[in-house]
């Protein structure tokens, strides 16, 4: 039986809240990964058992086979199957799964319940004028990207929207994995036509299939991913044949499926894939949805897209955990990440579509950051905040230290490529590899710091650490070379923790307390921002000591 995990719990207690309240028309959106089928197949359970009739609506062979392999884990085995060449024919079933074009031809099933699996595509004429014929019934739609290609919304046919849990959540929790993304060359799209809210497939193919880009892939996979098990998604199916032969011509196994590919050909390829006698399987947008190969490791993006979704759809491909598997990668040769935002951030739904979407949405591609050195894509997050150094140190410039220091670039932080670790010193703007070390603050606390080996440029890190009992009252030694000064463009509580330092110093040398640093710095700041700034057992310690 099937062990639902608590989210999924939490959702279908939710959809059938809803439904108990009379809501017609709902959402279920979950992040592929996540296990919408799963959820469903718990809410055809419940359904069932209180003699409610179900029909689920998909329209792909491998969404229906995962639903019915899901209803059995989920004990519902009275069910029949609607789709030309399936034998699990049973009309007589409460649950119907029917494949949308074949049901379109045969006599319809009744329905309490209807389910549209990827339900992004239930705006279209299919499913409109099948859910006509089921004025009375509930429908439930699932999906991971609720909306429509051009970014419209689905509100017209849902009222009600249930976020089931968040990609950043399922990541923390082990049950997705955060693939690092690496940014590739890829065409220029600017001449490219947009035909219903994507690239005009013909002339996307023109531009990407051109020999070098081809090159490119192969040669980004073999300097990031050698070795990796992939799925490739490429712009068309000569494209996907090309890269495909382009990975054989360097000695690696690969092979490409497409529409036009025998199914017992396909599956044939599938099994060495999965194998592992064939490396990498370039594709036409066949590996997208429904597909379980939960062990691959890279995903090359040949394939732009305007669409989200899709762009989801394939990374979603690799974001799945298995055994022994430690990471992910996705390869972007289309400029997808920059586009869309990496496949990790947490991104906010509407029913209403993209336009609300985006004043929700926190987090998008647009501040990426492409690391010089090994390509990866990054959100930039500031964690080293340059120093300007000491005396002992200002000799160790060239021209003065402050001289430098003006010339230097108006963001004042650094940060290091997750991937790669190097950093580029905003000094200097020499590359190099930050290993910080350790110093001591005032003896209760100590900070990270590094600096620049070309031009000796001082950083220092935003999080002090504490070191001693916090009990402890006499002011510990501290020399000048132990504090340094830090520009004001500085996060406020670099700048309060560096005057906290430069007061105990002070107080030292007048042999005062160091409460009397803690009260010069409460004239000037809130409690709540000292609290935040200095060592976390200051703010109430210091009360006392006052
Ligand atoms: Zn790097
Ligand atoms: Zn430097």
Redesign the pocket.
Known sequence: MIQFRDYQETAIDAARSLIGRGTKRIMINAPTGAGKTVIAAGIVQRAVSKGKTVLFLAHRRELIDQTVNKLVDAGVLNFGVVMAGNRLNNASAPVQVASIQTLIRRELPPADLVIIDEAHRSASRSYISMLANYPRAVVLGLSATPERLDGKGLDDIFSDMIVVETVPNLIERGYLIKPDCYAGPTADLTGVRIKRGDYDEQQLAEAMDKPKLVGDIVATWTRLAKGRQTVAFASSVAHADHIAAEFRAAGVSAAMVSGETKKTEREAVIADWKAGHIQVVANAMIFTEGFDYPELEACILARPTKSVSLFLQCVGRIMRPAQGKADAMVLDHAGCCQMHGPPHIDRAWALEGMAAKRKKDKDDGADLRECETCSMLYAPAPKLWLAETQPRLRDAFTGSASEILRGATKRRAMDACPGCGSAD?I??G?TFHPKTAQRDIDGIARESFTF?P??M?HYVDETPHMITDPTETAIPECTDEDLVRIGDEAPINVVVLNEYKRLINEARKAGRKRGWAYWRLRERYDEDVLRAALPRHTGGWWKGQA
Do not use: E, G, L, T
């Open positions: 010193c000094v200097c020499s620049c070309q031009c440029a």
